[in-house]
């Protein structure tokens, strides 16, 4: 289990609150020296206790919908058989950003061009999973949410997970707004589409060693890069490893309401924690799934309580909600913000 001083759980605080800020800004918000902030950054990269991630903005490159797949596996089947049947699947389905598989579970994040490639990686998964790897098959429950018809935080963001976890006495972040978005065809030649699928791939790159990847400048590169920073086509985040700290839970709540409580009176009056304390949390008019990271099964429990209580008092819910637990101790990655596949085959 990770053990940090002061000084690094506030740069880390800091850093996972707005990747953007510069040693300077990190050292002036929390009384620290520029220099103590830089070695303290370099320290926790190099470490593996965080890293970078540059976040796509999916509807900005034609895709339509994201999809969310949850499911059960055999309990009997080995649990290093089911693990790496499913990493080589992912290996195989460029649609997948984010997967985790613990326990008797597993979950699988998803980007879709439109309903026929969403159509075809179900068939994809049912193909793959015959034969010799059908022990290890899920049986998944997909739910897809178009973007014309959502609001979600379509950027990962852990500050108040992090502020509460170190118990730090700072500011808290601003409170998370769910937004919506239009699907968009991007206009990028070719040489801004290799430079956004290299600033994906290699989020932790300098330009300099873009430039070398994609045979470009220093400086033609600084500029896409800003370019796509000002469109807000990529999003830098810090993504602390959670994991590694000793958290003990991944949750993901899957919930269904009532159409008689509006959309809007549901998003505006529900408790803040429900969509602040989620790193990944999309919603439509009569359905819902949030992500939570959490550091002890006692916090999740009184959290749960705390939040189901509204609900329940404005009867929201048209259906019992579904809660998937992962043991994290006990969990294997699939992919982890790893952006790359589905931004190549994206703008393939």
């Known amino acids: ?25 990190i050292a002036d918000l929390f009384g620290l020296k520029k220099g103590t902030v830089a070695s303290i950054r370099r320290r926790l990269l190099d470490a593996g206790a965080m890293f970078y991630a540059n976040v796509p903005a999916f509807h900005k490159l034609g895709c339509e919908m994201l999809g969310i797949h949850i499911g059960t596996t055999e309990p009997s089947e080995r649990m290093d058989a089911k693990s ?3 990493m080589e699947f992912c290996n195989e389905a460029p649609q997948i950003f984010e997967g985790l598989i613990g326990g008797n579970s597993v979950v699988l994040f998803t980007a879709f061009r439109n309903a026929t490639e969403y159509d075809s990686f179900i068939q994809s998964h049912n193909r793959f999973f015959t034969g010799t790897r059908r022990s290890s098959k899920a049986r998944l429950k997909s739910t897809v949410f178009p973007f014309a018809l959502s609001r979600g935080l379509y950027v990962p963001s852990f500050a108040p997970v992090v502020r509460r976890f170190f ?4 500011p808290p972040p601003k409170e998370k707004a769910l937004v919506p978005v239009t699907v968009e065809n991007p206009s990028l030649s ?42 807000r086509m990529i999003s830098k985040v810090c993504v602390p490893r959670l ?41 439509k008019p009569d359905e819902s799934i949030a992500s939570y990271l959490v550091s002890k099964y006692s ?50």
Not at 4 to 15: A, D, Q, R
Not at 214 to 219: A, F, I, N, P
Not at 266 to 280: G, I
């Open 190 to 231: 070719e040489t801004e589409k290799r430079t956004l699928i290299a600033l994906v791939e290699n989020p932790m790159a300098s330009d300099r060693e873009i430039a070398t990847k994609v045979k470009l400048s220093r400086q033609a590169v600084t500029r896409i890069r800003n370019k796509l920073e000002d469109d």
């Open 1 to 25: 289990m990770w053990k940090f001083l002061e000084s690094e759980m506030k740069v880390i605080y800091g850093l996972s609150e707005d990747a953007y800020r510069t040693d300077a800004v």
């Open 167 to 170: 118990e730090l006495d700072v």
């Open 84 to 86: 790496n049947d499913y």
């Open 299 to 348: 916090e999740y429990s009184d959290s749960l309580d705390e939040v189901m209580a509204w609900y329940h008092k404005h009867s929201a819910f048209d259906e019992k909600p579904e809660v998937t637990l992962f043991p994290l101790e006990r969990s294997v990655e699939l992919r982890t913000f790893d952006y790359g596949p589905v931004v190549r085959h994206l703008l393939s």
């Open 243 to 283: 994991y590694k700290w000793g958290f003990e839970i991944f949750a993901i709540a899957h919930a269904w309401f009532n159409m008689e409580l509006s959309w809007e009176k549901r998003l505006s009056t529900q408790p803040s924690r429900v969509v602040n304390s989620s790193f990944y949390f999309i919603s």
